[in-house]
């Protein structure tokens, strides 16, 4: 069964640039999540969806953060514009529904780094 | 909103020892995750719990829900043990969003 897909893996943008970072869950999971992982601290929730509609966005900081799963499985999560505090892993994670029991799967990350 | 706090945040030990990592919470969940992150890898769910006891191999997790407390234990540790150990919960929410609350994570060094 192959995993949660993130891509980028790696980005290096200037402040105030924009960026988009990819996420294409495990087939037939209905959940998606995003985080934020800053250096030494545990991943922060930003935005929960479930199929295309959002559970939970209010931990992203929408004036600057959006994201989408327009057809309820790959989503987007754009930052625009970008800011120094910004540099953190981004993790996407699906599961197969929001019940207690499901495991969430996490994909590899993408690291970004505004200079 | 559910504070997660995780104890030692970082541990040296050496082979062979017994490992505990600790995970207290302050709010009621409905389960709790162990979940390990090696260093530019991606995070691996180990456990996820509601009550009681879990063991899959050398790794053991414990919860006593009305002490909201949770530890994670690693018998006979190995140096391929070395990573950052996570907890997570899952509020209560009735319904609400189900995202997880993290821990900052306990960084553990197994020395050959």
């Known amino acids: 069964e192959a995993g949660v897909a993130q891509s980028p893996r790696y980005k290096i943008i200037e402040k105030r640039q924009s960026v988009a970072f990819w996420c294409n869950p495990i087939s037939g999971h209905a959940t998606l999540y995003w985080y934020q992982q800053i250096l030494g601290q545990g991943p922060k929730l930003l935005i929960q969806f479930q199929n295309n509609g959002v559970v939970d966005d209010s931990q992203l900081p929408k004036d600057r953060f959006s994201a989408e799963r327009l057809k309820g499985v790959d989503s987007t999560l754009k930052i625009q514009p970008a800011k120094l505090e910004d540099s953190a892993v981004y993790l996407c994670a699906s599961s197969f529904s929001r019940g207690d029991t499901d495991t969430q799967y996490f994909g590899p990350g993408t690291r970004l780094t505004v200079l | 909103k559910n504070e997660v706090e995780q104890s030692p945040q970082n541990l040296t030990a050496q082979e062979g020892e017994f490992i505990t990592i600790n995970c207290s919470y302050s709010?009621?969940?409905?389960?709790l995750h162990w979940l390990q992150q090696h260093p530019g890898g991606g995070i691996v769910s180990l456990f996820m719990l509601s009550s009681g006891k879990k063991k899959h191999g050398r790794l053991i997790a414990t919860i006593n829900i009305q002490e909201k407390h949770s530890s994670l234990h690693i018998t006979a540790s190995h140096p391929r043990d070395s990573a950052v150990y996570i907890c997570?919960?899952?509020?209560?929410?009735?319904?609400?969003?189900?995202?997880?609350?993290f821990g900052k994570g306990t960084h553990l060094i197994i020395q050959p």
């Open positions: 997570a919960v899952k509020e209560d929410s009735g319904g609400g969003a189900d995202g997880l609350t």
């Open positions: 709010v009621g969940i409905s389960a």
